[in-house]
């Protein structure tokens, strides 16, 4: 077996920091995600609960991807 590129790549864990538009650029490598559009599609997956949580304050909870 001579294709093992993928042991030569370097799997980031991707830091995100987040701008104003909700953009996320990872601090290690050029990765972006767009964390409005995915807040959205968790929001929506999530209707329910939040709800249930009222959703006053909750917002800013709303970010699965950051601990
Ligand atoms: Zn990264």
């Known amino acids: 077996m001579e294709a093992r590129g ?4 370097w799997k980031c864990q991707h830091w ?12 290690y490598c050029p990765a972006v995600r767009d964390f409005g559009k995915e ?3 968790w ?8 709800r249930a949580l009222g959703a006053i304050g909750v ?7 950051s601990k």
Request: hydrophobic content about 30%; some cysteine; proline content about 3%.
């Open 6 to 9: 993928a042991e030569k790549e």
């Open 16 to 27: 995100w920091i987040i701008d104003e538009k909700d953009i996320g650029h990872c601090k």
């Open 39 to 41: 807040r959205e599609a």
């Open 43 to 50: 929001l929506r997956r999530h209707k329910e609960a939040v």
């Open 59 to 65: 917002k800013r909870s709303l970010r699965p991807w």
